[in-house]
Nanobody, 115 residues
Framework: QVQLVESGGGLVQAGGSLRLSCTAS????????MGWYRQAPGKQRELVAVITSGGTRTYADSVKGRFTISRDSAKNTVYLQMNSLKPEDTMVYYC?????????WGKGTLVTVSS
């Protein structure tokens, strides 16, 4: 099993920045991909950005050029630097890891962007 602890959500004005962090513990040897998804009330969870163990990054079109995902393997931590935030970025953000043991989710952290 893998446990995930997220931090860094909060309230920010439009145009501002936030950085999310997610640290994994447990069977971390099994992890390949780490990333972030987000979900608005009543809508499906959507991919924000993921990064593989080899460093390949994938971003949703809606965040390209504004968000940057990075990974510190020594700390088993994935980060999401979010710049130029927009009100439509207001959602709960979930950390996700995938590997040989399956897929695991964090509890989520709320990001609220005020206009």
């Amino acid at each position: 099993q893998v446990q995930l602890v997220e931090s860094g959500g909060g309230l920010v004005q439009a145009g501002g920045s936030l950085r999310l962090s997610c640290t994994a513990s447990g069977s971390i040897f099994s992890i390949n991909t780490m990333g972030w998804y987000r979900q608005a009330p009543g809508k499906q969870r959507e991919l924000v950005a993921v990064i593989t163990s080899g460093g390949t990054r994938t971003y949703a079109d809606s965040v390209k050029g504004r968000f940057t995902i990075s990974r510190d393997s020594a700390k088993n931590t994935v980060y999401l630097q979010m710049n130029s935030l927009k009100p439509e970025d207001t959602m709960v953000y979930y950390c996700n890891v995938e590997g040989v043991l399956g897929r695991f989710w964090g509890k989520g952290t709320l990001v609220t962007v005020s206009s």
